[in-house]
């Protein structure tokens, strides 16, 4: 009797660790059908996310999709890189410092250029009436930020060096404003949302309005490896729900302003700046794209924002 209990124990183990497995596969097969996208507050993800395009593109594959939210484009990166999401969005700067530290990822998309989304202001009781008047001043931005490319390059279109300033780098765009505000820096730079808000509450000249300077300011749509390499339909699904999603944008944007700024908890007066002022829309990779990309990574690496030169078409393939 003995022999058959053993027997009969054994029997049972098998059965149980045979349903074990079965139901992992089973999670396993349920889990690749679920696409986790990353997005911040405010962004074109964040969009998409209300709009609801991107599950009516993927209900027919079967895909779901997961939302994951970030505070910023640096911590959305890292997210790509531990493969906690498949999918984000970041500012151009960002994806910059992640190729230069050697962190595995893929542009995938871009949006439409923004550059009046950036600028470089001074407050109108400062004296300070011109860029060249900036040599020698204390010029708030945030290391490596779209803004402080900016700031380089209107710098630069006026005969003076990123060294004929003095840099004051904030931990946010909060703190930026402060600073501006009670004097401790003579000229800021700064991004939208936050751009348009230091326009509308305080008394200040924004000295590169209206004012070319080769900058596209875009930002990117970014995958990790695997992601992009095993599913090259499933990005290109991802970015033409974006551009729906950026196209409705453009037709409604009462309705864009009030969505970002609930998310965003601004005031509608400044969210609408911000958004009347840029035409949204997402596309593939170009070399029109790569070559400012490589601008802004060439420059970074000139006044030692980075640490090596930089080939960034290596993460960025044409599409």
């Not at 027997?7 to 074990?20: D, N, P, R, V």
């Not at 944007?253 to 700046?273: F, H, P, Y």
Request: proline share 3%; net charge negative; glycine share 8%.
């Amino acid at each position: 009797m003995k022999k058959y209990s053993v027997i009969a124990i054994m029997i049972s183990i098998f059965l149980l660790l045979a349903g074990c497995s079965g139901s992992s596969s089973s999670a396993e097969k349920k889990d690749s059908k679920v696409i986790k996208i990353g997005y911040q507050k405010g962004n074109t993800i964040n969009i998409l996310k209300e709009s609801g395009f991107l599950e009516e593109a993927l209900k027919e594959e079967g895909y779901k999709v997961e939302w994951k939210l970030f505070t910023h484009g640096g911590t959305l990166l890292e997210g790509i890189y531990s493969n906690a999401i498949d999918f984000g969005h970041a500012a151009d700067g960002s994806g910059i410092f992640a190729q230069a530290s050697g962190k595995p990822l893929v542009y995938v998309g871009a949006d439409a250029p923004n550059p009046e989304g950036v600028g470089l202001m001074v407050r109108t009781d400062s004296g300070i009436n011109s860029i060249e008047e900036l040599k020698g001043k204390k010029v708030g931005v945030l290391k490596g930020g779209n803004h402080h490319y900016l700031a380089i390059l209107a710098l630069e279109s006026v005969g003076l060096t990123a060294d004929d300033v003095q840099w004051v780098y904030p931990e946010d765009a909060a703190q930026g404003r402060s600073l501006i505000e009670t004097k401790q820096v003579d000229a800021l730079a700064s991004y939208d949302p936050f751009f348009a808000g230091i326009e509308t509450e305080l008394d200040v000249k924004t000295l590169t309005e209206n004012k070319d300077y080769d900058y596209p300011n875009r930002t990117f749509y970014y995958s990790t490896p695997e992601f992009a390499e095993d599913h090259p339909e499933l990005v290109d699904t991802i970015i033409k729900a974006i551009d729906k999603s950026d196209q409705w944008a453009n037709d409604n944007k009462d309705e864009v302003t009030d969505l970002l700024s609930k998310a965003l908890g601004i005031d509608e007066s400044i969210i609408s700046k911000a958004v009347e002022r840029r035409t949204y829309g997402a596309t593939g990779i170009t070399q029109e794209i790569i070559d400012a990309q490589q601008r802004q990574a060439d420059k970074y690496y000139e006044i030692g924002l980075i640490p090596k030169e930089l080939d960034v078409s290596k993460d960025m393939p044409i599409k």
